[in-house]
Every structure is written in structure tokens, then in C-alpha cells.
């Protein structure tokens, strides 16, 4: 298994950004949000809340806490790819990342 710091310092973006797509991101023509419908995500009718039935698979996708572990043991499953393909996983997801945390940044300086 080969771990640099560089791949360690990788890990936490693009956990957070796999997160956000599998719970919370709706995807090109609202797919993502149509496939957590499919799996028991049900949304108010301004889709900005949700809930799930606790302990559902719902229920898994949409809690940062379940979600987070599930994404950290795909990525430890990761490590033992080589440098490489570890990298074409990670650094689009971090660059993701960055981008929306920086979009972020900037709305809230607009206000």
C-alpha cells in the first residue's frame, strides 16, 4: 500500500465533495436528487428540506455522520490502487472542492 502525504492531504476534499454528490448535489437534470427519490429520500414540495425513515438506506445517503464513514472506507479501499489511478479519483473530486468552497467564499463576500 503506498500512502504519500500528498495523497493523505487529497482525502478530506474529496470526501467532503463525494459526499455532497451521493446526499446532497441534484446533478445534471436533477439525476442525483431522482436516484435518492428512488432510494427513500422524500423532499418537500421546494425541495429544500428532506427526510428519511431512520435506519433506511435513506437514511445512510443522507447523514453526513453514515455517509462520511461509508466514503472513508471507499477511499481506504482506494490506497491500494497505484499512484496513478489514486490520483485521477482524487484530484478531480479536490478540485471540485475547491471551486465550490471558493464560489462559497465569494457569495458571502457579495452580501
Known amino acids: 500500500m503506498d500512502v504519500d502525504p500528498f495523497t493523505i492531504a487529497l482525502l478530506p ?7 455532497r454528490l451521493i446526499s446532497e448535489d441534484i446533478g445534471p437534470r ?15 414540495k421546494d425541495y429544500n428540506t428532506w427526510e428519511s425513515n431512520p435506519g433506511s438506506l435513506a437514511d445512510l445517503i443522507t ?7 461509508w ?33 462559497f467564499a465569494f457569495r458571502r463576500m457579495r452580501r
Do not use: D, H, Q
Open 13 to 19: 476534499l474529496a470526501s467532503w465533495r463525494l459526499y
Open 63 to 69: 447523514c453526513v455522520w453514515c455517509s462520511s464513514m
Open 71 to 103: 466514503v472513508g472506507f471507499i477511499f481506504m479501499g482506494m490506497m491500494f490502487l497505484p499512484k496513478a489511478a489514486k490520483l485521477v479519483i482524487l484530484l478531480p473530486l479536490n478540485i471540485s472542492a475547491i471551486t465550490i468552497l471558493i464560489e
Open 30 to 44: 436533477e439525476i442525483l436528487r431522482k436516484i435518492r427519490v428512488k432510494l427513500g429520500v422524500r423532499y418537500s
